[in-house]
């Protein structure tokens, strides 16, 4: 569990390249912080995938929290193994579902949804 502090997500929001820079959204910092969690789970390839993952949904579905894309965005601008741009990463393509546990010390902003409901295993190869 990293514990990203306020300060380094406020100065990665103002470092991300954005692929929607005029349609800027951040719900919560809390769910930059569950984006980063899920993508650390990831494993890392040296270059970036060629298929397109609907990542913001995967994350949503995990955490059971609204995630906008500028969320995820600035996670991976905040993680160090993490490069390329949304929705490209260099992730495997083979993904890992996150223990819920990466959950447990991110407080819940009041105004995100908390249903778990549309969360499919049956989508990650991996399991942590």
Not at 76 to 105: C, D, K, M, W
Request: charged share 30%; aromatic share 10%.
């Amino acid at each position: 569990m990293n514990n990203l502090t306020d300060r380094e997500i406020n100065e990665a929001k103002k470092r991300t390249k954005y692929i929607y820079p005029d349609n800027i959204s951040h719900e919560h910092n809390d769910c930059i912080k569950i984006a980063y969690e899920w993508l650390d789970a990831q494993k890392k390839n040296k270059s970036q995938t060629t298929k397109r993952f609907m990542l913001k949904h995967y994350i949503q579905e995990w955490s059971g929290k609204y995630i906008s894309t500028s969320d995820v965005e600035v996670a991976a601008t905040l993680h160090p193994e993490i490069n390329g741009q949304y929705p490209f990463y260099n992730i495997s393509s083979r993904l890992t579902e996150p223990s819920v546990s990466r959950l447990e010390n991110i407080g819940e902003p009041e105004h995100s949804n908390t249903n778990r409901n549309k969360h499919k295993s049956e989508i990650y190869k991996l399991h942590e």
